[in-house]
Every structure is written in structure tokens, then in C-alpha cells.
């Protein structure tokens, strides 16, 4: 129990387009989804925390405009990356909790930029 | 200061080693503790999860909280290459909806 799951894993766009990830619990509804950034060898960076039909809430310093994040239900939730730059190539990881406060994790979503 | 210390490691073990990871914290109010282990280009995948202090087992994994040392630990008995990942601990406080994670320890079990 408890899946998790991103799709696609992995993308690679060009410069200047916009890129959709989504991320889906399998087998449970998710009350709060969230979504992770994470470079090579470092830890999870947290961009923002969405609840089911509300807007999502963004960590300082991550662009909302920039990040368009979707939690149209509760088994679904969608971060797109506008006007996409080689900068903000990196692997991207949702999670989604039920009620208690374990996270499950998707297998992540690799972004180049060229 | 960080909220959640972790020594990122590399820890390098034999094959069957007993394999000790440990995160400290300052924040009193967390009451929940997780483990996670994260292979490279994965997401991380969760191992135990505890609440409050004591010991819970689960097959060759035992997780510790020592809530009063602020001090957390997981045990992996014999160890196997395929041990070999990242491990995160996380924690949350009651009411927090986000979780609070250590920077990683990166575990290499030599065969």
C-alpha cells in the first residue's frame, strides 16, 4: 500500500517552454501533497505543500508564478514549470501524506533544460 | 544551527556488518520520527516511523528515539550491499504538516 507515483520520469525540454509533472497516490487519498527539489548529492529542498482544492503554500524563495502547482483532487497533483531555464534542471519529487505524518514518496522526475 | 543533524557519511561496512545511523535535533516539540532510504535517482522510500520515544523492529531495521537526548538512531543488522543508499531521517512536530528532514547519510556496504 501507500504507491505513489510520478510521471514522466524524466523530461528533457527547451529553453524557454513549459514542463508538466504529475504526481498520483495510488491506493489512498492524499489530504496534503508536496513537492521536493533535489540537486546531486544534497538533501530534499521543500518548494511547496498543497492541500486538496486550495492554493498551494510556497517555501521563501521558491516563484510561484514560476512553479504552478495543481491539487485538483485528492488523488492528484500537478507542478509545472513555466518558461523553463537550464538552471532549473533538476530531479523532482513529489510526496503525498493520508492522515498521519508519514510521507510516501514518487520515484522523482528528472528535468534537463537545454 | 540546524534543526535536524546528520552525518552525511560516506560510512563504508563489510557485508554483514551491524550498521548504526543517528540523527540529533534541538526542536522538543517533534513527536513523530521517520527513516528513509533513498537510492541514487529515486525517491526516497520509508523504512519505519515512530512516535514519541522507544524502540520499534522491523525485520533486520530497529528504530530508537531517545526523546530526552534529543537523539534518534536506526540499526541495520546484517548488512547487504543492496543496504548500500542514502538514509534521511525526518521528523514533525503534532499540528506541522511538513516534515523536517537530516541532510542524509550515505551507507556503502562492501561485499
Known amino acids: 500500500g501507500a504507491v505513489v507515483s510520478q510521471h514522466p520520469s524524466w523530461v528533457i525540454c527547451k529553453s524557454g517552454t513549459s514542463v508538466k509533472i504529475e504526481c498520483r497516490s495510488l491506493?489512498?487519498?492524499?489530504?496534503?501533497m508536496f513537492w521536493y527539489r533535489q540537486f546531486p548529492k544534497q538533501s530534499l529542498m521543500l518548494m511547496a505543500t498543497?492541500?486538496?482544492?486550495?492554493?498551494?503554500?510556497?517555501e521563501q524563495g521558491v516563484e510561484k508564478d514560476k512553479f504552478l502547482i495543481n491539487h485538483a483532487s485528492l488523488t492528484l497533483s500537478t507542478l509545472t514549470v513555466t518558461s523553463a531555464h537550464p538552471e532549473d534542471s533538476s530531479f523532482y519529487i513529489c510526496?503525498?501524506?493520508?492522515?498521519?505524518?508519514?510521507?510516501?514518496f514518487g520515484p522523482g522526475t528528472r528535468l534537463t533544460v537545454t | 544551527q540546524k534543526e535536524v543533524e546528520q552525518d552525511p557519511g560516506p560510512l563504508s561496512v563489510p557485508e554483514g556488518a551491524i550498521v548504526s545511523l543517528n540523527c540529533t535535533y534541538s526542536?522538543?516539540?517533534?513527536?513523530?520520527f521517520m527513516w528513509y532510504r533513498q537510492y541514487s535517482r529515486k525517491g526516497p522510500e520509508l523504512l519505519m516511523y515512530?512516535?514519541?520515544?522507544g524502540n520499534k523492529e522491523d525485520g533486520r531495521f530497529t528504530a530508537q528515539v531517545d526523546k530526552s537526548s534529543k537523539y534518534i538512531s536506526l540499526f541495520i543488522r546484517d548488512s547487504q550491499p543492496s543496504d548500500s543508499a542514502t538514509y534521511l531521517c525526518?521528523?514533525?512536530?503534532?499540528?506541522?504538516?511538513?516534515?523536517?528532514f537530516g541532510s542524509g547519510t550515505r551507507l556503502q556496504v562492501q561485499p
Open positions: 510526496s503525498a501524506r493520508e492522515t498521519g505524518y508519514e510521507q510516501y
Open positions: 491506493d489512498f487519498q492524499a489530504t496534503t
Open positions: 498543497s492541500n486538496e482544492g486550495s492554493k498551494a503554500t510556497y
Open positions: 526542536n522538543s516539540a517533534f513527536q513523530y
Open positions: 515512530t512516535y514519541s520515544s
Open positions: 525526518a521528523m514533525s512536530a503534532a499540528g506541522r504538516r511538513a516534515l523536517t
